[in-house]
Structure formats: structure tokens, C-alpha cells
């Protein structure tokens, strides 16, 4: 019995110190791509255990731009999936809204200068493959 229990612990200190390897060694392959480039980049990482994690950066804060605009679509579409909402569901862009979004970057804008009702499918392509600023903050609404 003692030797089961010595090989257990043995093991379980072995796995612990392969995951701190492995973590290691991803962080240092991270870190020599980031010291090519002139960029200020942040990453993380989490993976299937609570203390599976790797953090480049994770204090500071960080832009995420136009990357949002994937993981809104992924929380629309899981609303889809729980029946909250319909991907053939319309939205309205109206006047206010165009207006509002003369200076930024909206596909959506220009091809419905005057407005129209729209699927969620139709904005949810516009913001995802085109960027449209227009269709994200609608679908944040």
C-alpha cells in the first residue's frame, strides 16, 4: 500500500511539474515572437484546469478593437442556440443611426443610406466579415 501511495504522489508531483514545464516553455516561445516585433502585445491563456493559465502582460489594459466584434457575434449566436433569439429576427437602422455613424466604418451605412430593417444573420455577417461598426452596436443593443 505505502509503495501505491508513494507512486501516486510521485506521479501527481511529476504531472504538476510537467504542466509548470510545459506552461514555461509556452511562454517562452511566446515571448520570443513578441521580442521581434515593435508591438505592445498582451496574451492569455486558459486552459482546462483552473491553474492552467499563462498571462503575457494580462494587467495591462488593452484594446480589443475590431477581435470584439468575433466574441459578440459567438454571445449572439448563443442566444440563437438558446432560443432567445432568432437569427431571421430584424433590427432597424434608422436615421439617428446613420448619422451617429458618419465617421466611423459601416458597410451596413452605405448600402442602406435611408435605413432599412435587417436580419440578425445580415448584421451579424456585416460585422464579422466587414467590420461594420454600425451592425456591432447593434447587436450589442
Given at each position: 500500500m505505502k509503495h501505491i501511495i508513494l507512486s501516486i504522489l510521485l506521479f501527481s508531483v511529476y504531472s504538476t511539474e510537467s504542466k509548470a514545464q510545459s506552461i514555461n516553455s509556452l511562454r517562452d516561445s511566446i515571448y520570443a515572437v513578441l521580442n521581434t516585433k515593435t508591438a505592445f502585445?498582451?496574451?492569455?491563456?486558459?486552459g482546462m484546469y483552473a491553474n492552467d493559465t499563462l498571462s503575457i502582460n494580462g494587467d495591462k489594459h488593452l484594446p480589443m478593437q475590431s477581435v470584439f466584434k468575433f466574441h459578440l457575434a459567438?454571445?449572439?449566436l448563443n442566444q440563437v442556440d438558446k432560443d432567445r433569439l432568432r437569427i431571421d429576427?430584424?433590427?432597424v437602422i434608422n436615421k439617428e443611426m446613420l448619422s451617429n455613424y458618419a465617421h466611423l466604418w459601416s458597410p451596413l451605412r452605405k448600402k442602406?443610406?435611408?435605413g432599412a430593417e435587417l436580419s440578425i444573420q445580415e448584421v451579424l455577417y456585416n460585422t464579422?466579415?466587414?467590420?461594420?461598426?454600425l451592425g456591432c452596436d447593434m447587436l450589442i443593443e
Open positions: 502585445v498582451g496574451v492569455a491563456i486558459q459567438l454571445a449572439v429576427d430584424t433590427l442602406y443610406p435611408n464579422v466579415a466587414w467590420s461594420d461598426n
